[in-house]
């Protein structure tokens, strides 16, 4: 729910549950005290009654006025006894109202505040009253009162009974109804406000809290935690947001941090690398000038190694830099569509020539069609190949002769390329890993088998980003194979990588206009 629909919700509430509530409330007590007033002063008492003062009050003595009324008619001489009368009176003062007992002209019973000057204003004349024969008059004015008039024959002198009612008054049941009706309300908005309040603190303030609470890590440069939200309003989305940000955050940092991991063991492999042959040449270049290479031969041999060793530093200098553009995805490509047996041909001829220098057997088979072809870049795809038949190279056995194969196969949609070997293997347990840039199998750097670490890793960045898959099945001790899955081309084929990855058209004119090779621009086919 959205948060404005809450705040509409809220406000409706806030406005009309208490009115509703009150209305229930005010109602059932209304009427349950309507009840008490009828048990208590036995009227008839309506609930219209209530609204009008006068219509009440004149209710209150209807049944006395009525067993007034009756007495009159058959003992009038009750009304000369004092006893009766007291006992009237109580009954008539239960009822918030006076009795006056008039005979002839004079008044001989008077419960009223008035005095009998006072009297003779209010009630009227004998006159009057036996023209009213009974009743009830209003009188108005400073006084404000309902008289109800019985008149009575007692020993042949007319008199009459006169129940006076002051409308200035309340009833007491009017005072604890309006007290209870103040408490309905009061309890009424409490509670409206109560339940507002933990509605509004569940989607509103515990979210803002969490928000607050998670400033406050990042702040403090914490990253490792979560802020869970379900709501789907604008808080949820804010919570949601901040969460997405928090996590690519961490992510980074997390990036970061593996990445200047990795640079120092990078800078730590290189360097011992570098080392390594550089002590060589210069072992070889003192042998030169203190004249222990004393003859051509060995003068020849010296150089010969020298030359190998400065070919080793550049290829260690050569896969830094191609790691830097690895890492931030500026390897350069120039996809072409190109026939996989003609190229597979050439790879393996060139290949053959430095493998029988090393005494090593190549074996190559190609089981598909002459019009297989493929959407690749030829020099990285090359970089591919030779960088895993340099790590068979490297791990090669020394009890038996090393054999490197190379099989291609035909798989619909699937160009499959098999590259094995008989060497040393890789361990179950470092399988999963070889993959990973500076991963090495061999952690010593005394091994006589040394790199940087990142051969395999660039591979696999190059057959990801031509859409192809590569994994790996090995046996300690008995040899490893290399499995290559690239797309069969279809017509209109394409593949897509970011802008700083992709050569442009203009950049390949310049180049043929130059007369050079597109294939070597921004690459180097060194494994």
């Known amino acids: 729910m959205k948060l404005r629909t809450k705040l509409k919700i809220a406000f409706f509430i806030m406005a009309a549950l208490p009115v ?44 006395t006025f009525e067993k007034v009324g009756e007495i009159a008619d058959d003992s009038p001489e009750r009304f000369s006894d004092m006893d009766y009368l007291t006992e009237l009176e109580k009954e008539v003062s239960g009822k918030l109202s006076y009795l006056v007992v008039r005979q002839e002209s004079a008044v001989y019973y008077n419960s009223s505040p008035y005095t009998i000057a006072e009297l003779d204003k209010i009630l009227p004349a004998n006159e009057t009253v ?50 209870q009706v103040v408490l309905i309300i009061i309890e009424v908005i409490a509670f409206t406000s109560f339940i507002l309040y933990l509605w509004l603190n569940r989607s509103i303030i515990k979210p803002i809290d969490r928000l607050r609470l998670g400033t406050q ?23 949601r947001d901040f969460e997405e940000m928090r996590y690519r955050l961490n992510k980074s940092e997390n990036e970061k941090k593996k990445s200047d991991a990795e640079e120092k063991e990078l800078i730590r492999n290189i360097s011992h690398d570098l080392k390594t042959p550089l002590t060589a040449i210069k072992g070889y270049v003192e042998g030169l000038r203190d004249g222990i290479a004393d003859t051509p031969e060995k003068q020849q041999r010296y150089i010969l190694t ?55 057997i190549l074996k190559y088979n190609f089981r598909g069609g002459d019009d297989m072809y493929t959407m690749a870049d030829p020099n990285q795809l ?42 040393k293997g890789i361990n179950m347990k470092d399988l999963p890993r070889i993959f990973d840039r500076f ?58 990588l970011p802008d700083n990855q992709v050569k442009s058209k203009r950049k390949r004119k310049q180049i043929k206009n130059k007369g050079g090779d597109v ?6 086919s060194r494994g």
């Not at 209305?23 to 209304?30: D, K, N, Q």
């Not at 890590?217 to 919570?239: M, V, Y």
């Not at 294939?519 to 180097?524: L, N, R, T, W, Y």
């Open 20 to 63: 509703i509530l009150g209305a229930i409330a005010i109602t059932f007590i209304v009427r349950h005290e309507l009840g008490q007033i009828r048990k208590t002063y036995g009227a008839d008492f309506r609930l219209s009654d209530m609204y009008s003062s006068g219509s009440l009050l004149g209710k209150i003595t209807d049944t």
């Open 130 to 179: 036996s023209n009213l024969d009974g009743g009830a008059v209003y009188k108005g004015g400073s006084y404000q009162t309902i008289i109800k008039i019985t008149p009575f024959t007692d020993q042949g002198k007319d008199g009459s009974v006169f129940l006076i009612t002051p409308l200035r008054q309340t009833l007491p049941q009017f005072k604890r109804i309006a007290i």
């Open 217 to 239: 890590n990042i702040r403090d440069g914490n990253l490792d935690f979560e802020i869970r939200q379900d709501k789907k309003d604008e808080l949820g989305d804010l919570c």
């Open 306 to 360: 020298i030359a190998n060793k400065v070919e080793d530093m550049d290829r260690l200098i050569d896969e830094l830099t191609l790691f830097s553009r690895l890492d931030t995805n500026r390897i350069p490509y120039d996809f072409v569509k190109i026939n996989v047996k003609d190229y597979f041909d050439d790879c393996v001829d060139e290949i053959q020539l430095d493998l029988e220098s090393m005494d090593i």
């Open 382 to 423: 090359k970089r591919v190949i030779n960088n895993i038949v340099s790590n068979s190279v490297k791990y090669r056995r020394a009890d038996v002769k090393c054999t490197i194969s190379i099989e291609v196969f035909d798989e619909g949609d699937y160009i499959h390329i098999v590259m094995s070997d008989n060497g």
């Open 439 to 496: 991963y090495r199998t061999d952690e010593s750097r005394t091994s006589p088998q040394t790199g940087s670490g990142i051969g395999l890793a660039i591979v696999k960045k190059i057959i990801d980003d031509h859409k192809g898959r590569i994994w790996v099945d090995s046996v300690e001790g008995e040899g490893t194979t290399f499995h290559i899955n690239l797309l069969r081309y279809k017509e209109g084929m394409q593949l897509t």
């Open 519 to 524: 294939h070597e621009q921004g690459s180097d």
